[in-house]
């Protein structure tokens, strides 16, 4: 089966600094990985993802993810934190007609 | 804007209830997803759904179940409701590329 490992369940960074977020994957052919912010009580809204095309994504509000198939790894950056970007971050790889989460990194962001 | 319905936005229940959430998502989307996030068991896939069929299953209570109805939306049912049900139920509905998904605002659950 499909799963991601996000460790550090509690990041703190300082606003103006990087953002660095890891998540690793397992799966038995090729992924689609996917990043997905909440806020504090609001849904998901989904960050990034990535298709199997580029390996360098692009996503909202300043955020990228590199995919990496020799490291098993989709890590999620941002070169400068805002304070807005306090939220809750999930890792997500699909398979089995299903999103299966990682168990979340929590960002806090210090003025 | 996700695209998906979820009502209520709150409900507050009794242990040994039953509950029906209610999802819809955007005209002519046939799939539709459930998923329940707790403190203790954090995110997780429950069912799924397309055009009226079960399609997935995940982790699925007994207690729990679901359907889809011809106009495409699709409603949770949980029943003897335990302390341990308390949790944001999400809807989502698919996007275009593979795996991509869209979540509703979700249903914030607590039993007392």
């Known amino acids: 089966a499909q799963s991601v490992t996000q460790l550090d369940s509690h990041v703190s960074v300082s606003e103006g600094t990087p953002v660095l977020l890891r998540c690793n994957y397992s799966?038995?052919?090729?992924?689609?990985l996917f990043w997905y912010v909440q806020h504090p009580n609001k849904g998901l809204q989904l960050l990034l993802k990535y298709t199997s095309a580029a390996t360098l994504v692009k996503g909202i509000n300043g955020f990228e993810a590199e995919f990496k198939k020799s490291e098993t790894s989709f890590h999620l950056t941002k070169p400068s934190a805002h304070m807005s970007d306090a939220a809750e971050y999930f890792c997500?790889?699909?398979?089995?007609?299903?999103?299966?989460f990682g168990k979340g990194n929590q960002v806090v962001v210090i003025p | 804007d996700s695209g998906v319905t979820q009502t209520p936005k709150h409900l507050i229940t009794a242990t040994g209830q039953r509950v029906t959430l209610r999802c819809s998502p955007r005209s002519g989307d046939l799939s539709v997803y459930w998923y329940q996030q707790s403190l203790d068991q954090g995110l997780q896939f429950l069912i799924q759904?397309?055009?009226?069929?079960?399609?997935a299953k995940g982790n699925i209570l007994e207690r729990f179940s679901a359907q889809q109805f011809p106009d495409l939306h699709s409603e949770l049912n949980l029943s003897s409701l335990e302390l341990g049900d308390s949790a944001l139920y999400f809807c989502?509905?698919?996007?275009?590329?593979?795996?991509?998904?869209?979540f509703g605002p979700g249903t914030r659950l607590t039993v007392t």
């Open positions: 799966s038995s052919y090729s992924p689609s």
């Open positions: 989502a509905r698919l996007g275009l590329a593979k795996g991509e998904q869209y």
């Open positions: 759904y397309y055009n009226g069929e079960e399609r």
């Open positions: 997500v790889i699909y398979g089995n007609n299903r999103l299966a």
